[in-house]
DNA sequence: TTACTAACTAATAATGATTATCGTTACTTG
DNA sequence: CAAGTAACGATAATCATTATTAGTTAGTAA
């Protein structure tokens, strides 16, 4: 993404959360991810589960997604995909294809689509950031 | 968008939050409507920006955006389009082309790119929602 | 016009996800 | 081993949003 300052030691506990990310194909929020450590790390605190999420999607090494209201997930696959988001279930699932004319994608029903570019706008750009 | 069940009674905090919406460029979250709003109706509470910002989204009369952290952003125009985000000020405007090739668009620099499909998934389906 | 009532509002309390703080633990290098 | 410090656990604080409550307004019908 940007700069990467990298972790500076290694730890249990951010190498069970990059596990736990690797390992499903949900695309969770911490509070999941949490659940899920401390199956392993049982006196592991919510607030070492948040710091790591958010370190780890500033490095670049997991995608942070916000595709629900006041809701963070995160993504073990970093490269560039579209995700299909259930207004029922409310399940987050990767999309084989990116087509904005179908109404109907990989068998699920769509009601609208989001495209989303993240980066520096040229105003930004201009004064030197 | 879905079923909408329109408003049964107008109301001139309604109007003057629609307005404010239609009249901007930008696409604002609830404090900036709030804020420009009350130089109308100078007593309105943050709840009824809130509030109608909430219906009428779910009226699809506008766009609810999950663009940034814990913040949702409202955007007058209703049809499927791209939005770029900037991560220096933050600002969310159009951008005329959906291409996810290109590490530029409309000037603005890309570092990456969302495509999020909203809608009921084949599962949900499945149960006769 | 007046009474009725549903829909709306302002004010404010509650919620819930996330972030910050702070004392402690445990690498890591000399 | 000891000093320095990254990362942790526990918990308090924050902040956007939602819910609640009591009061007001607008449409309707006698």
């Not at 194909?25 to 948040?50: C, F, M």
């Not at 490269?79 to 259930?86: D, E, I, L, M, P």
């Amino acid at each position: 993404m940007n700069t990467v300052p990298t972790f500076q030691r290694k730890s249990i506990q951010r190498d069970a959360i990059l596990e736990v990310l690797a390992s499903t194909k949900r695309h969770p929020d911490a509070i999941w991810v949490y659940e899920k450590v401390k199956q392993q790390i049982p006196n592991i605190s919510l607030g070492t589960i948040y710091r790591n999420l958010s370190e780890l999607s500033k490095n670049g090494m997991i995608l942070e997604l916000h595709a629900k209201d006041n809701v963070k997930n995160y993504d073990f696959t970093v490269s560039n995909h579209a995700h299909f988001v259930c207004s029922s279930c409310g399940s987050i699932t990767d999309v084989s294809s990116t087509d904005n004319t179908v109404s109907t994608i990989d068998g699920n029903h769509i009601d609208y689509m989001s495209v989303m570019y993240y980066g520096v706008c040229k105003d930004c750009l201009k004064t030197a950031n």
